[in-house]
């Protein structure tokens, strides 16, 4: 197992990452998890993920709390914004 080992706190750190970032497939609201958790890019490859298509790039860019800083050949690099609360 991957996390033998590890301090309880990290593995529990890296779990809400993953969590999050399987959430952003279908839920844009993951984008401030994510942020939260410190996370500021997001990278899009051309070949999705181990488990399916991964990122749509259409899909995040219907958020406010997105910018594109590079997006050539299916490859690109998001920002992600940090979000006004009021």
Do not use: C
Not at 33 to 38: Q, S, V
Not at 41 to 58: A, E, K, M, Q, V
């Amino acid at each position: 197992m991957l996390s033998d080992g590890l301090p309880g706190e990290y593995w529990e750190l890296v779990q809400a990452h993953s969590e999050a970032a399987e959430a952003l497939e279908t839920d844009l609201n993951a984008l401030d998890t994510l942020y939260e958790l410190g996370v500021e890019y997001i990278y899009i490859g051309t070949n999705g993920d181990f488990s399916g298509p991964g990122l749509r790039l259409d899909f995040l860019t219907q958020s406010d709390a997105v910018k594109i800083l590079y997006n050539q050949n299916g490859t690109a690099v998001l920002q992600i914004l940090p979000t006004d609360a009021s």
